[in-house]
């Protein structure tokens, strides 16, 4: 198991040393699902107040077994010096991905 582990650092760490893989590459990655029609409008959520030391993650829809989810907001601990970039679905030429939330600089 150790080799294993040790072997596939290898392999990451050659490809970031090659450029293989960019590090906007390596954020966006395969989408998990993609659809060929667009999720529903977002739905209505009041932000709540703000909590120290918190950020809101906006309410958005999952895609899974063929249909859309809504997944309601929710607190994640904050970041200092970041911001929060919500997850997004894009059109893309195979049909609609999700782009997955991240913290930004």
Do not use: C, N
Not at 22 to 46: L, T
Not at 59 to 76: F, I, K, L, M, S
């Amino acid at each position: 198991m150790k080799r294993q582990i040790l072997l596939a650092a290898a392999v990451l760490a050659a490809g970031g040393t090659f450029g293989l893989l960019s590090p906007a590459q390596a954020h966006d990655g395969p989408p998990a699902y993609s659809y060929g029609h667009p999720p529903p409008p977002p739905r209505y959520e009041p932000r709540p107040p703000a909590r120290p030391g918190q950020a809101w993650v906006p309410g958005h829809w999952v895609a899974g077994g063929g249909r859309y989810d809504w997944r309601g907001g929710y607190w994640q601990a904050q970041r200092p010096g970041y911001r929060y970039v919500p997850d997004r679905w894009v059109q893309s030429p195979r049909g609609w991905v999700m782009r997955p939330g991240h913290w930004a600089r």
